[in-house]
């Protein structure tokens, strides 16, 4: 066949030819002329093979590539072509790897055109014989010339610099019916295969037109842009990987030949592709001694209890008891407490790695959305400058701003709150720009200025000095505005507050108000001072009235979580304190890493950080500091199923708050034998009977026979429809979406916007929709009825029933599979403020040990909830030890008096010698 200069392939799957036709202009005369083009990854010349052939790495498209890139594409790339995206095919002489076909002793590339001696056969004859040979997959090889194979240390070296084709774009410009493809004659769709009719050769077959802008005899050339791209990736990875290449060894040869050749495991993988986070285990070498510390303890235990439970003292039998029984519950204490902290480990996060990924040059940000919840109640307890701090802190957050969104609840409705809200909207238009101008740390105003650091470290922007100076004046008016404002606060009118417009005030009633809902920023026309789009800052007081149940924090938060779910709908929440302001700009990437992880990420309901505080003094008198639960406990609970949610600094998963079950893992096929006789018990109850169903899937019958009666009905009902498909079908899909719209409004409420956000993994809100229609509807779902006949509280947002919320709420979410995480940036990423006296850090441990004593009283108490669900089982101990610790003080008092008792009476808890 006289190819006339152009390029002619085979398919190993498909009974075509490929031409790949030129024009007069672009007509290659001859295969050798090729030698000069020029890989289009690489940019090095694509070779000849040993038998003067032009490499070809596509068959269907013959886009240039060399060699070492197409074996290094084939070994740690997607083996597929860049332009045509079909999968690479093994060429003679290049090393197997997963996904080949398995091949006879000579490749079929090389020798599927190769049919033998065929001189003195017919037409006939010899195009049956061809085809005969294509469909058999292998020719009447009278002799074969291939490539010379690499060694694999040659493949290795020859590759090693060639980057992952993850960025490739196809050209859209050729539509499918323009394709340079030429289905041969003889492919009939008839039982017999018809021969291929021999044409003239000097007319040339006649290709399906292509794009005529194209240069056909290169087409598909240039059609990724890889040049750019490959001289940042060689500069990148010399720069990481510092790859030294030797030429050779003149001194005796000792250490020729490639440094590569010594790894061939080294990958050169693109940085977007591989894991955002990693673990971090704990030194053997300090984790070992530890456990051997508590598999000593256990065996001095039990050879204490051993003496103790067989030495009775039978004349003070009681104070024996009660001690005894003292000490077995300080050692279930001890037991509860030591075993979740057996498998501790820490985590770090590949910040670049998520820009790589979600975050490409001119393409809009893919980051997910953040919705984030500020929560205050009274501003005289709760000073309206530090919450408006920790509200600059999170509008100036390292993050797209159209992605973050602040709503602050204001539970106490205070208007002292909303002015000071408005105040600070006013301060962020200048203090946002500045921030992300020259990067400063923190991002709150008030700790800013206040630290005793060098602010001109690392900074190189010739304007900081005076720009920072104008901006400390600009915060100082801007408190000197706050603190007038409280002044004022201080004696309430009594008309009660008026609004600038002179409209009365909805909240001058604390415990009946309506609900009240303003957005600060975020709308249209409201910008920084140098014209950039700003995050949304939105005001949010629920509606009180009397005779309702409120629910305190957690009934606030579950109306922020209704009305996010309306306006902005993120899939993400990050949830804070109003005295917890944001240390590190980038937190809200750090969580990301976790949650926007394409493989680790969907089981993750929550991402803990630990909590940091200021204004401790040197020597901690007061403990708040906990080191031995956030830097230890919560470690090891990170190893299990995940930390505990302790109430602040915690960015969750939307779809786990609303109590959706976690993905399923499918579980391996359970093992079955019948090859040993009944009464043998080796297998433990798998083995199958006559019918072919085990003895648990026998028990299990009764509990479905509810179900299947129903599956029946539904069949006879389907079998009755058959008269009128049409008007049934209609009727059935009426009839199921009602049936789910009103399981959904028992679920989460009668909103039909909000149930339809609820359903959207991924966030997002109509756009055809009028900002005020969506407020009303926001006003709707923060009503004091509308958790009425629902499962607010219940399954659903933050639970009710302790004052100690956060600790309930993590554990039902563990109770449905979900993990969490526990993530401990270099930088501290959130700071609060720590109580500074006696009496209050008394009041907060009593809170903390009420809540306890609540939950342990409850239905959800861990020793008796959740079973049968995801909940692993040294996480429960961690939830028991959590609900069970505040009622070690009775037996630990019991105990310190027994001495006493045993002096005063003359009787001992232990037998006299």
């Known amino acids: 066949m006289d190819t006339r200069g152009r390029l002619v392939a085979g398919s190993h799957n498909r009974n075509e030819f490929i031409l790949i036709n030129a024009d ?15 890989c289009q990854i690489c940019g090095d010349e694509v070779e000849l093979t040993v038998d003067g052939e032009l490499f070809v790495a596509c068959n269907e498209c013959a886009f240039p590539v060399c060699r070492p890139c197409y074996e290094y594409e084939r070994r740690e790339g997607n083996q597929a072509c860049p332009q045509c995206k079909t999968r690479y095919k093994r060429i003679k002489g290049s090393p197997r790897v997963e996904g080949d076909e398995e091949e006879d002793d000579i490749d079929d590339l090389d020798n599927e055109f190769d049919y033998g001696n065929l001189n003195g056969l017919g037409s006939q004859e010899v195009a049956e014989a061809m085809l005969s040979a294509r469909l058999t997959g292998h020719g009447y090889h009278s002799g074969a010339s291939g490539i010379p194979p690499l060694s694999e240390c040659e493949t290795s070296a020859l590759s090693s610099e ?7 774009n196809e050209d859209f410009e050729i539509s499918p019916d323009q394709h340079a493809l030429i289905v041969p004659q003889f492919t009939s769709h008839g039982n017999r295969i018809r021969p291929v009719p021999f044409s003239d050769p000097s007319v040339p077959l006649q290709p399906r037109p292509m794009v005529p802008k194209k240069d056909l005899a290169v087409y598909g050339y240039g059609s990724v842009a890889w040049k750019d791209r490959m001289e940042d990736w060689k500069r990148r990875q010399n720069d990481k990987l510092q790859v030294v290449k030797h030429q050779g060894d003149n001194d005796g040869g000792t250490s020729g030949g490639n440094e590569l050749d010594d790894y061939p495991e080294l990958p050169m993988m693109d940085e977007g592709r591989q894991p955002l986070s990693r673990k971090l285990p704990i030194p053997s070498s300090k984790i070992n001694p530890y456990r051997m510390i508590i598999i000593l303890r256990l065996v001095i235990l039990g050879l204490f209890f051993h003496y103790r439970l067989l030495h ?74 530090i919450t408006a701090n920790t509200v600059l802190s999170i509008l100036a957050v390292d993050y797209p701003v159209d992605k973050v969104a602040c709503y602050v609840s204001d539970d106490g409705a205070a208007m002292l709150t909303f002015e000071a809200l408005s105040e600070t909207s006013e301060f962020a238009r200048k203090w946002v720009p500045f921030c992300k101008k020259f990067n400063i740390e923190p991002r709150a105003p008030e700790w800013y200025f206040s630290q005793k650091i060098d602010y001109l470290k690392n900074k ?16 100082e008016e801007f408190k000197v505005k706050i603190n007038a404002l409280v002044a004022t606060a201080q004696k309430v009118p009594e008309d009660g507050w008026t609004m600038q417009d002179g409209t009365p005030w909805p909240g001058n009633n604390v415990r009946d108000h309506p609900g009240m809902i303003q957005v600060f920023l975020g709308h249209s026309g409201v910008c920084d001072v140098e014209g ?51 240390n590190n700009s980038k937190a809200l990437r750090e969580a990301m890493c976790f949650m926007m992880d394409p493989t680790l990420g969907k089981k993750v309901c929550y991402v803990q950080f630990p909590q940091r505080f200021d204004g401790i003094d040197r020597h901690d008198r007061y403990s708040n500091r906990n080191v031995v639960f956030f830097d230890i406990n919560m470690k090891g609970l990170d190893g299990l199923q995940g930390p505990i949610y302790v109430g602040t600094g915690c960015v969750f998963r939307r779809q786990a708050l609303y109590g959706y079950d976690a993905p399923a ?3 391996p096929p359970s093992k079955t034998c019948n090859c040993w006789p009944k009464w043998c018990c080796l297998c433990f109850g798998s083995r199958k009977n006559k019918n072919g169903k085990t003895k648990k899937e026998k028990r299990k019958k009764p509990k479905h ?42 679920k989460f409420g009668q909103s039909p916007v909000f149930i339809a956000s609820t359903l959207l993994e991924n966030g997002g809100v109509p756009q055809n929709v009028s900002p005020s229609s969506l407020l009303k509807e926001a006003i709707q779902v923060i009503s004091c009825g509308f958790e009425d006949k629902s499962e607010w509280g219940k399954e659903v947002g933050w639970i009710y029933g302790s004052v100690t919320e956060d600790i309930l709420t993590g554990f039902k979410m563990h109770c449905h599979g979900w993990r969490s995480v526990y993530c401990i940036p270099k930088r501290p990423a959130f700071k609060g403020s720590a109580p500074i006296n006696l009496s209050d850090r008394l009041n907060q ?49 019991v105990y310190c008096t027994l001495p006493a008792i045993c002096l005063l009476t003359g009787k001992f808890i232990v037998p006299e010698a």
């Open 24 to 38: 007069e202009s672009g007509r290659i005369n001859s295969v050798k002329e090729l030698s000069g083009q020029i």
């Open 162 to 168: 060639m980057p992952l084709l993850t960025y490739g």
């Open 312 to 385: 009775p003292v039978n004349d003070a039998y009681g104070l024996w008891l009660t001690s005894v029984i003292c000490e077995i519950w300080f050692a279930v204490s001890w037991i509860l407490d030591q075993f979740p902290k057996w498998y501790p480990i820490e985590r770090e996060t590949y910040l670049d790695r998520l820009s790589l990924r979600y975050e490409k040059e001119g393409m809009p940000s893919e980051l997910a959305s953040v919705d984030v919840f500020v929560s205050t109640v009274d501003p005289m307890k709760e000073p309206p400058l």
């Open 460 to 475: 190189v922007h010739p304007t900081i000095v005076r720009e920072r100076r104008a901006m400390k004046r600009e915060y």
């Open 532 to 582: 950039n789009e700003l995050p949304r800052l939105i005001y949010v007081s629920r509606e009180k009235r009397p005779g309702f149940e409120h629910h305190k924090k957690a009934g606030a938060m579950n109306a922020l979580v209704r009305v996010s779910a309306i306006i902005s709908n993120a899939p993400y929440l990050l949830n804070v304190d109003c005295d917890h302001y944001i």
């Open 665 to 667: 893992k499918k579980k």
């Open 705 to 746: 026979r509810e179900a299947s009666k129903q599956i029946h009905a539904l069949e006879n009902i389907e079998e009755g429809m058959n008269d009128n498909p049409v008007a049934d079908s209609e009727s059935n899909i009426e009839k199921s979406s009602y049936m789910l719209q009103m399981k959904l409004e028992k």
């Open 845 to 893: 441990v009593l809170r903390w040990a009420l809540g306890s004593v609540e939950i342990f009283l409850s239905r959800h108490c861990p020793i008796w909830y959740g079973y049968g669900g995801g909940l692993n089982w040294l996480e429960r101990f961690s939830y028991i030890n959590s609900v069970v610790y505040p009622w070690t003080s009775v037996p630990l008092i």
